[in-house]
C-alpha cells in the first residue's frame, strides 16, 4: 500500500509537468511555417553516406540523390564503405559516387566507426556544404534545395530536418513508425523554437568550416553514437542561435523499421546510450523526466500483474499518459502523412512504456551494438 501511494503521488506530480511540456512542444509544432524550396541553389555540396553491408540499399539511395531538382550544381556523393564484406562499394560505383573504403585509410583503433566514416568523407569532399544522410534511406527530389535554401535565408551553420520511419503491415513495423514521429516532432519543435539541441543523421547538414572550427568528432569520439546530436551540441556551442529546422515535407526523409524486435531493442538502447553526454542541461531533465514517468506506469503494470486490484491504477495511468499526448501527437501524425496510426496510438501505449524503461536503464550499462559490432 505505501508503495502504491508512493508511486501515484509521483506519478501525478511528473505528470504534471509533462503535460505542460508536450503543450509548449504542440504550440510551437503548430506554429511551424512549412519552408518552400526555391530553385537557384548553387553551392557546392557534397553528401556524405556512412554505409557497411548495404548493397541492396545504397543504389536507391544514391538514385534519390541524382534525381535532385532546384539546385544548379550536381551533388557530389561520397559513400564511405565501413569494411563490407558485401558489394556496397560496387553498386555505388556502379552509379558513379565516389567511394572510399575505410580498410584502405591509415586509422587508429576506434568505436565510433560511423563518426570515422564521416570525418573521411570530409576529408576527401570538395563541396562547401556537407549533407549526411543514412545509405538506407530515400531523399526527396527537392532535399537540397530546402536545406541549402533554409541555411541561406537564416544564415545557419547547422541544420536537421524531418526523418519518417515508412510502415509496413506488422505491429512492429507500424509502432516504430509512430514512435519515431513523435521523437521527429520533439526535435521540429525543439530545434524550431531554440529550446534545446536534436537531430538525426539521417537528415543533417553543416557548413564545411564549422565542422573543423569545432574539430569535428573530436572529443565525442570515444562513443559509438552520436554522429548527430553531439555534433550539434558542439556546434550550438561555438555558434550559439545558428542551428535551424527545415520544417519542409520537401526535405523529408524517408527511412526503413528495424526487422526484428532485438533489432528495434538494439537501436534504441545505441541511441540512449549518449544521454549523459548531453551539456545542455534541459535536454537532460527532459529525458529524466520521461524515463521516470514511465517507471512509474512500468510500476503500475507490475503490480497489476502480482495483485488484479491494482489493475484500475494501471489502466487510469495509462488513459492519463495517452490524453496528455493525444493532440500533440495527432498533430506530427498529420504532419508525417502517418494518421491512420493514431488508431493504434492508444493500445501501444503499455510497448512504449517498456521499451523506454528498458532502453533507457541498459543504455547507460555495458556495450552497445552497431552494424554487427559490440561497441560502447
Known sequence: MIALVIISVLFFTLLVFYTILLRKYN?????????EPRNGAGVKVSVIIPARN??????????????QVGINTKPEIIVVDDHSDDNTSSVALSRNATVINLKDE????????KKMAIATGIKYSTGDIILTTDADCIVPHHWISAIVGVMADTRAVMVTGPVRMMPSNTLLSRFQALDFAILQGITAASVHSGYHDMSSGANLGYLKNAFFEVKGFEGIDDIATGDDMLLMQKISRRFPGRISYVHSRNAMVDTQTEPTWAAFFRQRIRWSSKATRYEDKKIFRILMLVYLLNLCVAGFMVMAFVSPVHFSFCLAALMLKTL?????????????SLSPLMKLFPFVQPLHVVYTVVSGTFGQFGKVEWKGRKVK
Open 27 to 35: 504550440k510551437i509544432f503548430i506554429n511551424i511555417k512549412e519552408y
Open 54 to 67: 548495404e548493397e541492396k540499399n545504397i543504389g536507391p539511395c544514391i538514385d534519390a540523390l541524382n534525381r
Open 106 to 113: 591509415s586509422l587508429e583503433s576506434t568505436v565510433a566507426f
Open 324 to 336: 496528455a499526448e493525444w493532440s500533440f501527437v495527432d498533430n506530427i501524425l498529420k504532419f508525417f
